[in-house]
């Protein structure tokens, strides 16, 4: 069975409803749907319960996935809009993980976004505490997860043009906040210094 495609498998599990070919579809992909949940949510217990919904939305969704479709993209789809949906709740209940959804990893080369400017992690991650849920989902998606405009578009349910256009509006929405805690950044440090050196 290991030796199925992950769209064989949907086939037969649709058509037989047995949970053996689920089953294998499950142990591919549990690990990758976790880490993904645990990278928006910063809580292991809370990515467990999000891995655990996801899963069962599948069992059902199953009969509606396209056989032209690719189930890694599918399953992508609706892992993101899980996500997506339970930090829009964390944000109206004003819990503290909707502050932070997702954070830049260190050793991610994140130069693309400005074109290869010299880009500081740190104040990234600052800048984009100021995007929506949306805007880090989509310039993650590009940049973090090396997703093709197709495949984001099917995650969006939109066009490959609106896409394109929603990269570009929420790339230099972060390079403006970028550039903001830059210069904010330094006239602070600047003010420091000129404190240090009134006090001494």
Not at 100 to 124: A, H, R, S, Y
Request: charge should be negative.
């Amino acid at each position: 069975m290991k030796s199925h495609t992950d769209e064989e498998l949907v086939s037969l599990f649709v058509q037989s409803q047995q949970n053996k070919y689920f089953e294998v579809l499950y142990e591919r992909y549990s690990d990758k749907v976790f880490q993904k949940c645990l990278s928006f949510v910063k809580d292991t217990a809370k990515a467990e319960d999000l891995t655990h919904d996801i899963f069962l939305k599948l069992i059902f969704k199953l009969g509606t996935f396209k056989q032209d479709a690719k189930f890694s993209t599918w399953l992508y789809s609706i892992t993101y809009n899980q996500c997506m949906d339970q930090l829009r709740t964390y944000k109206k209940r004003g819990e503290v993980t909707s502050d932070e959804p997702i954070e830049v990893q260190d050793d991610v080369d994140l130069d693309t976004i400005f074109d290869g400017e010299d880009v500081q992690v740190k104040n990234l991650k600052l800048a984009m505490s100021h995007l929506t849920v949306d805007e880090k989902g989509i310039l993650f998606m590009k940049y973090m997860d090396d997703m093709s405009i197709k495949d984001i578009a099917t995650v969006f349910d939109i066009t490959e043009s609106a896409v394109k256009m929603r990269l570009l509006r929420s790339r230099e929405k972060l390079r403006k906040k970028y550039l903001e805690t830059i210069v904010f950044l330094g006239v602070l440090a600047v003010k420091l210094i000129e404190i240090i050196r009134a006090i001494v």
